[in-house]
T-cell receptor, first 109, second 115 residues
Framework: RKEVEQDPGPFNVPEGATVAFNCTYSNSASQSFFWYRQDCRKEPKLLMSVYSSGNEDGRFTAQLNRASQYISLLIRDSKLSDSATYLCVVTKEYYKLSFGAGTTVTVRA | EAGVAQSPRYKIIEKRQSVAFWCNPISGHATLYWYQQILGQGPKLLIQFQNNGVVDDSQLPKDRFSAERLKGVDSTLKIQPAKLEDSAVYLC?????????????FGPGTRLTVL
């Protein structure tokens, strides 16, 4: 079983729509969780950390469910600029990051 | 502030040839990482340096891959000899330190094609 699994998508949504997707992780001892964004042929960049109580950053909301070992990301009022691959990231021991394969989101006009 | 620099940006070689990649991290960042990202997959950590010491190289194919970080700043990753399956983007990242979570900043990557 992979350490981090994501639905690859693609999620194809119109501008203004809400899109949400999950990621599951296998190591129950995982400590920290993040969403990174990777634009086509670009490097990954940190989008947001995921806290146990859930957190928002503008139009983005992240949730963590430790009991079921999944993380979610919700994007409200999608913009064309939100088109990207979203990488779910989980820390292993000593803060080593383990990346999922990514979920591709395409926002159409 | 300058970001992580990598060169070359693209490299095409034939199998069994050698290749080297260079990375210059953000100034002051003690921790440097090399990742391999195969098309359609997430980045996979190859090696992590803390200053000029290796913290983790458990996923580095040591029979063909080597890396060094002399003087705790720049780093080079070498593949010798290359195989077809080494075709990937090689990403370098740096962070303030690797003992607690600090955001990792990635360079633009080197896209390697092995023919």
């Amino acid at each position: 079983r992979k350490e981090v699994e994501q639905d690859p998508g693609p999620f194809n949504v119109p501008e203004g729509a809400t899109v949400a997707f999950n990621c599951t992780y296998s190591n129950s001892a995982s400590q920290s969780f993040f969403w990174y964004r990777q634009d086509c042929r670009k490097e990954p960049k940190l989008l947001m950390s995921v806290y146990s109580s859930g957190n928002e950053d503008g139009r983005f909301t992240a949730q963590l469910n430790r009991a079921s070992q999944y993380i979610s990301l919700l994007i409200r009022d999608s913009k064309l600029s939100d088109s990207a691959t979203y990488l779910c990231v989980v820390t292993k021991e000593y803060y080593k990051l383990s990346f999922g394969a990514g979920t591709t989101v395409t926002v159409r006009a | 502030e300058a970001g992580v620099a990598q060169s070359p940006r693209y490299k095409i070689i034939e199998k069994r040839q050698s290749v080297a990649f260079w990375c210059n991290p953000i100034s002051g960042h003690a921790t440097l990482y090399w990742y391999q990202q195969i098309l359609g997959q997430g980045p996979k950590l190859l090696i992590q340096f803390q200053n000029n010491g290796v913290v983790d190289d458990s996923q580095l194919p040591k029979d063909r891959f080597s890396a060094e970080r002399l003087k705790g700043v720049d780093s080079t990753l070498k593949i010798q000899p290359a195989k077809l399956e080494d075709s990937a983007v090689y990403l370098c990242a740096s962070s303030l330190d690797g003992t607690t979570y600090n955001e990792q900043f990635f360079g633009p990557g080197t896209r390697l094609t092995v023919l």
